[in-house]
């Protein structure tokens, strides 16, 4: 599915990043998916730190895949590396 990363009252410059974006949160959509695959259920950071990825990059993905039928909530939730509460995400197959 398609997720649009600019707004339709951005400047042209913003469209243009948002294209080249594309390609690069497909990837990362992709090593998240293969992570939760491999690891089970995880956290945000836990996300991040098997995939090797910036929490940040991690948070912004998830919403996405999660519309896109890919991963979903489990409805527990892990303590993140700051100790604090995070939800748990699992790969749906």
């Not at 400047?11 to 690069?24: E, F, M, R």
């Not at 497909?26 to 945000?44: N, R, S």
């Amino acid at each position: 599915m398609e997720h649009y990363r600019a707004r339709n009252t951005d400047p042209i410059t913003s469209w243009q990043a948002a294209d080249k974006a594309k390609d690069l949160a497909k990837a990362h959509a992709a090593l998240i998916f293969k992570t939760l695959v491999e690891q089970g259920p995880l956290g945000k950071d836990g996300i991040a730190f098997f995939a090797v990825m910036d929490g940040h990059q991690v948070a912004r993905r998830l919403p996405e895949m999660e519309r896109d039928g890919l991963v979903g909530l489990t409805g527990k939730t892990v303590k993140s590396m700051a100790k604090r509460a995070e939800r748990e995400w699992y790969a749906i197959s």
